[in-house]
């Protein structure tokens, strides 16, 4: 008897650890050396972890061997309410869930909410995780156009065009991944109101939110709309440089009155996994509470800052090659003009560039992109290394022919 997979997963995308993943691993297993700008993992990069974060789960570990309450530790939840306290929200620790990373929230807000047919608007480019979840919940991911044109802000016109009476939420990825854009106040309460006026729940995720490049301010969504339910979140795996560790949050805000089902839902799954990691929890309340380095790091002297300005000026050192500034996290969603590099399978030139060069990159449309003339890569590489590589994939597009 032949075992297949689900049919709940039919449809169902994860490019970014997809199959030019598994030609990835083929090579190293081979022996050969790659660079891997497909994931945003620090620690590859020789990002540590801040000591007081390594001291605080040290201290705690001798009574971290047993469950905690399914939503998480009180003083880890305690703190995340304080912080967000002091941006405007009206929440308290019975408000916030800590999850095995942002991920795990994400696919338990979705499972919660959605029922077969339910429409979800998620941008694109999107972080394809919204997407997938959403698919496998029996969902229908909605993509609304975010414009290159216009710093990739989210095109408001169009998300109201795609609204229908099975719209059931909108996701904010803000600041963006891929894109790096950071939204304006304006932006955001633009898609703040359609939420509002069409009874939409808003999934705000912010994980990127402490990474912001040339004194911007990030709007925090659920700050600015205290009568709009939303769900925030957010995590120490990017800013706090532990992506290993899965600690992240998800708060919820706005009037709750009408969403107690809801609400029980995301319980019910909350304790379904038992608890989050009882360890990484221990991090948290320090983590929030004081200064560790990613002010410095973002600066226009600090190392991402360097990192960011040094790729997007080699990428549009390029022939062809085109790319908005990004504002915001770690990555840049360059453009491959169509009149210069032919490219009809995105998937396709990425494997290619794989093979030839050892650099991993991922396709724009593994991020419901719906056209093959984008590409992402990461910023987390030394300033040396990633120009070194960009000029590497710029030689490459220069003899590449599909």
């Known amino acids: 008897m032949e075992f297949k997979q689900s049919s709940k997963l039919s449809g169902v995308c994860y490019e970014i650890r997809g199959p030019v993943v598994d030609q990835a691993n083929a090579l190293e297993e081979a022996g050969h050396s790659v660079l891997r700008l497909n994931t945003g993992n620090p620690a590859l990069f020789g990002f540590e972890a801040p000591q007081q974060i390594l001291d605080d789960i040290m201290r705690g570990l001798p009574e971290a061997h047993g469950y905690c309450d399914a939503r998480g530790l009180a003083p880890a939840r305690e703190a995340v309410a304080r912080h967000y306290q002091g941006q405007g929200m009206s929440v308290d620790a019975g408000d916030v869930f800590l999850g095995n990373g942002v991920s795990e929230l994400v696919t338990m807000a979705v499972q919660a909410l959605v029922d077969d047919g339910d429409e979800v608007l998620i941008p694109a480019p999107d972080f394809p995780l919204w997407t997938a979840v959403t698919t496998l919940a029996g969902g229908t991911a909605v993509h609304y156009m975010c414009d290159e044109g216009a710093d990739w802000f989210p095109d408001l016109d169009d998300i109201a065009a795609k609204i229908t009476d099975r719209t059931k939420a909108i996701v904010l990825i803000n600041p963006n991944n891929p894109t790096g854009a950071v939204y304006s106040r304006e932006a955001v ?103 560790m380095g990613i002010e410095e790091l973002v600066l226009p002297t600090g190392r991402l800052g360097m990192q960011r300005d040094r790729a997007w000026e080699a990428l549009n050192a390029i022939p062809g090659v085109s790319c908005v500034k990004p504002k915001g996290a770690l990555y840049a969603f360059a453009r491959l003009d169509p009149a210069v590099h032919r490219i009809q399978d995105d998937e396709r030139f990425v494997l290619d560039l794989l093979l030839q060069e050892k650099i991993h990159i991922v396709q724009g449309t593994g991020f419901s992109w719906p056209r093959p003339d984008h590409f992402r890569i990461l910023t987390l590489p030394h300033a040396e290394q990633l120009e070194t590589a960009i000029n590497r994939i710029g030689r490459f597009l220069a003899g590449y022919r599909q």
């Open 189 to 291: 309460e633009g898609v703040l109101d359609l939420a509002r006026r069409h009874h939409l729940v808003v999934f705000a995720d912010e994980i990127y939110d402490r990474i912001l490049y040339d004194d911007l301010v990030h709007h925090n969504a659920a700050a600015l709309a205290p009568d709009v339910l939303c769900l925030t979140f957010s995590g120490m795996s990017k800013a706090y440089r532990v992506a290993g560790f899965r600690a992240g949050w998800m708060v919820v805000s706005g009037p709750r009155h009408h969403a107690a089902d809801y609400l029980e839902g995301l319980t019910m799954l909350a304790g379904m996994r038992l608890c989050p990691n009882v360890p990484a929890q221990l991090a948290i309340e320090g983590a929030l509470s004081g200064r």
